[in-house]
């Protein structure tokens, strides 16, 4: 198939020289158009006469979500108000939103990366594609939504929610490709078996974003919906929004469009770079980005740096999928637990499903305490649950050093929802 939204860049080598020269622009850029970054520089005694290599790059200061929210609403703007053209912001209470401004430059760019990710998912114009994204101030819909028209397939806006319209459009429309968050795919998956649809629907790919998704929750939208593959979309409402990058029909690890934007895998604590494979905090920077740019931007996102080409023959460099966000690692008995470790337990247990809480207390002993509440597969009886808990409990021993306390339930007894689904409930320093 011919490739309309491949990378320019043919090697390794010129992505680097790419970078260097894009680094370049956005420090002079931002520096001579952004007060906050001119007073943020100054204050750690760099300017970009001094960049001419990534060791350089590495003095550069970096930037958090707390710039974004005291210097609310556009602490990085660096066009004149009359260049921007849209405005979108994260979700977050009023006043505090990290709020992004685009120049039509900027909104093209994403909408090319955006197009990149539907090409390498394999789509054409004969797709017909259900967005049930958020709509409104949030990058999801439109993101989603402008990028498939400008691919050239079938633009089904139904936003989230409301299963019964999702349903009637699945069949009607035979639609061939979902866009949603995981938990809405697990959702609208179980209202179409529940349903008895399966045989009259159409769908092939789903396309699911902005939350990390279990290997048993894409295991058990895959089997409900029929589908043939499953890609998983990352992106930040301050790099644009989603579509900066997906992973390729050969792994679950993720093209990132380095060609858009330079990514830094620090220690959250030290903020020193970790060794090539390590779980890193993602540090971006963006390249071409003219009116909110970013410069060694915290996302508290953490992910490893895959090393080595990847076989489906893309240049793009890849990274694994989002592990975690910094600050949800919690700490028991002195153990640093990433959520995605208890996913991948979970995942590997025969018998149980892919809905899970995980409870943290703080006992009268003086100790902490982790409880999971799992749900059990469909058609798995309590009769099983001795040896089920059993397996759970040790090998969670064996991989955090600490005995969990494990409630079974009946499948479907966990809440579902439409957006993100909340997990780790800390009641420790209530
Ligand atoms: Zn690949």
């Known amino acids: 198939?011919?490739?309309?939204?491949?990378?320019?860049?043919?090697?390794?080598?010129?992505?680097?020289?790419?970078?260097?020269?894009?680094?370049?622009?956005?420090?002079?850029?931002?520096?001579?158009?952004?007060?906050?970054?001119?007073?943020?520089?100054?204050?750690?005694?760099?300017?970009?006469?001094?960049?001419?290599?990534?060791?350089?790059?590495?003095?550069f200061p970096l930037t958090t979500a707390d710039?974004?929210?005291?210097?609310?609403?556009?602490?990085?703007?660096?066009?004149?108000?009359?260049?921007?053209?849209r405005?979108?912001?994260?979700?977050?209470?009023?006043?505090?939103?990290?709020?992004?401004?685009?120049?039509q430059k900027d909104i093209d760019d994403w909408l090319e990366m955006f197009c990149r990710c539907y090409e390498m998912a394999g789509l054409s114009e004969e797709d017909r594609v259900q967005i049930c994204v958020g709509y409104g101030v949030w990058t999801a819909g439109a993101?989603?939504?402008?990028?498939?028209?400008?691919?050239?397939?079938?633009?089904?806006?139904?936003?989230?929610g409301n299963l019964?319209?999702?349903?009637?459009?699945?069949?009607?429309?035979?639609?061939?490709?979902?866009?949603?968050?995981?938990?809405?795919?697990?959702?609208?998956?179980?209202?179409?078996h529940r349903r008895g649809l399966r045989d009259q629907i159409s769908l092939r790919k789903v396309i699911c974003g902005s939350e990390r998704t279990s290997k048993a929750m894409r295991r058990r939208i895959v089997e409900l919906l029929g589908l043939e593959e499953f890609y998983d979309i990352p992106g930040l409402t301050e790099?644009?929004?989603?579509?900066?990058?997906?992973?390729?029909?050969?792994?679950?690890?993720?093209?990132y469009w380095a060609d858009y934007y330079?990514?830094?895998?620090?220690?959250?604590?030290?903020?020193?770079?970790?060794?090539?494979?390590?779980?890193?905090?993602?540090?971006?920077?963006?390249?071409?980005?003219?009116?909110?740019p970013l410069v060694r931007y915290r996302s508290r996102d953490l992910a490893r740096a895959v090393p080595g080409p990847c076989p489906c023959g893309s240049i793009m460099p890849r990274h694994s999928e989002i592990l975690g966000r910094s600050d949800d690692v919690f700490i028991i008995r002195g153990v640093n637990v990433y959520p995605s470790e208890i996913d991948s337990v979970l995942s590997g247990i025969a018998g149980l499903g892919s809905e899970y809480q995980i409870h943290l207390d703080h006992q009268e002993d003086g100790r902490d305490y982790l409880k999971l509440k799992v749900e059990r597969q469909v058609g798995i009886v309590a009769?099983?649950?001795?040896?089920?808990?059993?397996?759970?409990?040790?090998r969670i021993k064996h991989r955090l050093m600490v005995t969990p306390k494990v409630e079974l339930l009946a499948y479907g007894e966990l809440p579902r929802s439409e957006r993100k689904t909340r997990r780790v409930f800390d009641r420790r320093y209530d």
């Open 1 to 59: 198939m011919l490739k309309r939204y491949a990378p320019k860049v043919k090697s390794h080598k010129e992505l680097v020289g790419l970078q260097l020269e894009r680094l370049s622009w956005t420090l002079n850029h931002v520096y001579s158009h952004s007060d906050f970054y001119r007073r943020h520089f100054a204050a750690a005694g760099v300017s970009p006469e001094e960049f001419s290599s990534l060791d350089d790059f590495r003095r």
């Open 67 to 85: 710039d974004f929210r005291d210097g609310y609403p556009l602490p990085f703007q660096a066009v004149s108000n009359r260049e921007i053209v």
């Open 87 to 103: 405005i979108h912001a994260s979700s977050g209470t009023t006043g505090k939103r990290k709020v992004v401004a685009y120049t």
């Open 143 to 160: 993101g989603f939504q402008l990028a498939c028209e400008r691919y050239g397939a079938m633009a089904l806006p139904t936003g989230p």
């Open 164 to 192: 019964d319209m999702q349903c009637t459009f699945l069949v009607d429309f035979s639609t061939t490709v979902l866009c949603c968050t995981s938990s809405m795919a697990l959702l609208l998956a179980e209202e179409v």
């Open 239 to 255: 790099v644009y929004g989603p579509g900066t990058g997906l992973n390729c029909s050969q792994s679950s690890n993720i093209h």
């Open 262 to 292: 330079f990514l830094e895998f620090l220690d959250p604590e030290t903020l020193e770079p970790v060794a090539e494979g390590e779980v890193g905090e993602m540090v971006y920077t963006t390249l071409y980005k003219e009116a909110t």
């Open 383 to 394: 009769d099983q649950d001795g040896s089920l808990s059993g397996e759970l409990i040790s």
